[in-house]
């Protein structure tokens, strides 16, 4: 019986590099084959409002695809419109994964015990004893003229109820509150975004195939929390390559005495192979199938809501880079910038940019640029500035400026 593996780190590096993606040559016109492949293999690509560059979920397929056309993923996510019931298309649904994420349709079903979670529950309660019938109302408003804005349900709730802001009536707040609630439990579902963010919201059977809502919560073919539980940690394990629990939970926000389980069902399955990494104080487990290549090429920026550096500590262990979201630290105490890019050169993560996109003046305005100890610059330079052209280019902007060194 052979002993435990011991993997370098530069193998983890590699094996977590390739495992996201990264390290394959770019196609020439990315397709929405490739977008599809992309969102299959990170299983759950993370989305926010914040637009001072692009919106965040179009940043990972860039990464990894190069430019591409962001109406291709928009139908991916919306199918084949969102105002109409046709669904042909439709790749992926919104839900809460790693916080707001977009994931395949197959993976909501797995999501169903944390719509039954009983702090869900408690917060439907509530809401029922603070503004009796206004989840019915809203529900209703959902199926008769979905998929709707929160605004739009607000129009089509009974004439002045959700306009009252007296403690007696339903106003503007509770409205969106009750859609949240709905949206936590699954009585609703998102068909898309629109141009200002603002979610589109509708029946699940307005979204969802037929073999996807046959496995919804309270249905027979519902699964059931432990092989939730399991997939989703296979689905991690494969997106990340190798990992410790805590970053595998991490990667969909699973949390209990479930994770440990789940693992050790992987391990008898043969889906996880537990090994160590030399110089990690903490176990590890090791996708069987993943690539481990000699070397991994290639330039990518990477969006702060990327999933190669959710987990911090992981991204620490791994390249020894301490990255830390700065957007809602005050501008006095920001360390690199407002909104900063890691820039992954081959193997390392050598140095992060702050970047903003100037629409009016048509300039990627890159404010700084911070580089890693031990980073040979004149070799790192040429291939950032190529990045960023590149990112112009796709953004629609017509060049980019540097920082005044």
């Not at 293999?41 to 990894?64: G, M």
């Not at 501008?331 to 890691?342: E, F, M, T």
């Not at 980073?375 to 400026?401: K, Y």
Request: glycine share 8%; proline share 7%; with cysteine.
């Amino acid at each position: 019986m052979g002993g435990v593996l011991t993997l370098s780190p530069a193998q983890a590096r590699r094996i977590a590099l390739a495992a996201q993606g990264f390290g394959r040559p770019r196609p020439a016109e990315p397709g929405t084959r490739q977008l599809g492949a992309v969102l299959d293999r990170l299983a759950v690509v993370q989305i926010d409002s914040v637009n001072v560059l692009t919106r965040s979920h179009y940043l990972p397929f860039f990464s990894r695809l190069g430019p591409y056309d962001p109406g291709l993923l928009d139908r991916l996510r919306d199918g084949s419109g969102v105002r109409g019931r046709a669904k042909a298309g439709r790749r992926m649904v919104e839900y809460w994964a790693h916080e707001a994420s977009l994931l395949p349709l197959e993976t909501w079903p797995h999501l169903g015990f944390r719509m039954r979670r009983p702090r869900t529950l408690a917060w439907r309660a509530d809401l029922e004893r603070q503004h009796p019938g206004l989840l019915d109302a809203v529900q209703e408003v959902v199926a008769a003229h979905g998929p709707v804005t929160a605004r739009g349900v607000e129009v089509h709730l009974p004439h002045g109820a959700a306009r009252r802001n007296d403690h007696w009536g339903w106003n503007w707040s509770a409205v969106k509150t009750a859609l949240e609630c709905l949206f936590d439990s699954g009585a609703v579902t998102s068909a898309g975004r629109t141009s200002q963010f603002e979610r589109w919201y509708a029946e699940p059977d307005r979204v969802l195939p037929p073999e996807v809502l046959r496995r919804a919560p309270g249905e027979p073919d519902a699964p059931g929390e432990l092989d939730s539980v399991t997939e989703l940690l296979r689905l991690s394990l494969r997106a990340h390559g190798l990992g410790s629990q805590r970053c595998l939970a991490d990667y969909f926000r699973v949390r209990g005495p479930l994770v440990a389980t789940a693992l050790e069902q992987l391990e008898r399955a043969g889906e996880a192979e537990r090994v160590q990494v030399r110089g990690w104080d903490r176990p590890v487990w090791l996708d069987p199938q993943a690539r481990r290549p000699r070397r991994v090429e290639g330039a990518a920026l990477l969006s702060p809501f990327d999933s190669l550096v959710w987990q911090r500590e992981r991204v620490e262990q791994l390249w020894g880079f301490r990255y830390r979201l700065e957007i809602y630290v005050p501008a006095p105490r920001r360390v690199h910038g407002y909104y900063v890019l890691p820039f992954l050169l081959d193997e390392q993560l050598v140095g992060r940019v702050d970047l903003k996109a100037d629409r009016e003046a048509g300039v990627l305005l890159a404010r700084a640029v911070h580089w890693e100890p031990g980073t040979d610059v004149a070799r790192a330079a040429p291939r950032l500035l190529a990045e960023l052209e590149e990112m112009a280019r796709w953004l629609g902007l017509g060049r980019v400026d540097l920082p005044v060194a």
